[in-house]
């Protein structure tokens, strides 16, 4: 088939290059335009545009993708389907009507649950212990298109949303291949999604991904292992904010404080509503992350300090 591939971060990268080896014909590529980036704000190609860039195929990067210049080179291509990882723009009737099958979005989550912007987030957070991807025919809804096929994944008790995405962009890349394999043999068949088990998983925002010391160490170790490595979890201490990686719960551990901190030789923990939990990185405003230990030596943390 002639493919037109969209998508824009990183994490579309494994399925763009399975695409590419697949056989198919990649007439181009559409991801969002330049951005700001880096200390200079200066502008950027999306890591899907760079790849193109350094193969010699064509980027298509319409702020919207319902402008007239962009309709018109997509009708002139004429691709016959488009792959879509991420690629973080509403796609409107006109522009999904173009190739005779559609656009085919790969999404990481077994729909209908968490559809949105941040479902492997909001796997992690709600402390699901089975995800995967999925591929459907996109429509106009959000993520509510019929569905090719499905893989899953188990979510590890250490995963953080970083480490569950890679493996999911992997092996979903498979996936979507295998399900363009389908559609060219004629052999393909979208089932659509049920009317239960529906959840919505809006992009985790920085109010989203502040530690909650009063929630249980459960909660605590997975908003943060949610929130890692974006938007980063974080807390205050002495009014300034601290980033923290992932933690470890303690079942057996001292009884303290919601928050609050204690220093021993070896580890350093933090209370929650139930037990305390064992600090991993802490990165400090300005500085480089560094173990819980150097950073509570650095500050010299007192008896009693508390994470705000």
Not at 214 to 243: L, M, S
């Amino acid at each position: 088939m002639r493919l037109i591939f969209a998508g824009t971060p990183a994490v579309a990268l494994p399925a763009l290059d399975a695409v590419a080896a697949s056989g198919h014909e990649l007439l181009a590529v559409v991801t969002r335009p330049d951005a700001p980036a880096g200390r200079g704000r200066g502008l950027h190609r999306s890591p899907v545009g760079a790849w193109a860039d350094e193969r010699g195929i064509e980027v298509l990067t319409p702020a919207r993708p319902r402008e007239p210049e962009f309709l018109d080179r997509l009708r002139e291509l004429a691709p016959d389907c488009v792959p879509v990882v991420a690629y973080g723009a509403l796609v409107p009737p006109v522009a999904l009507e173009i190739p005779r099958h559609g656009w085919v979005n790969l999404h990481f989550s077994l729909l209908p649950a968490w559809r949105g912007a941040a479902p492997v987030q909001h796997a992690v957070l709600h402390g699901d212990e089975l995800t995967g991807a999925s591929v459907f025919q996109l429509e106009q809804g959000l993520d509510t298109g019929p569905v090719y096929g499905t893989l899953t994944d188990e979510i590890r008790p250490t995963d953080t949303s970083g480490d569950l995405l890679e493996r999911l962009a992997h092996s979903g890349a498979g996936l979507l291949v295998a399900v363009l394999d389908a559609i060219d043999a004629g052999s393909a068949r979208a089932e659509p999604q049920p009317a239960d088990g529906v959840s919505l998983a809006p992009k985790l925002t920085v109010e989203d991904a502040r530690v909650r010391w009063t929630e249980p160490a459960f909660a605590v170790d997975r908003r943060i292992r949610a929130c890692t490595p974006a938007p980063g979890a974080w807390t205050t201490f002495r009014d300034d904010r601290v980033k923290l990686g992932p933690v470890r719960p303690v079942p057996d551990g001292p009884e303290l404080k919601a928050g609050e901190l204690l220093v021993e030789k070896s580890r350093v923990l933090a209370g929650t509503a139930t037990g305390p939990v064992l600090l991993g990185e802490v990165r400090a405003a300005g500085k480089k992350a560094m173990s819980a230990g150097d950073w509570a030596r650095g500050v010299r943390v007192s008896t009693g300090e508390v994470f705000a």
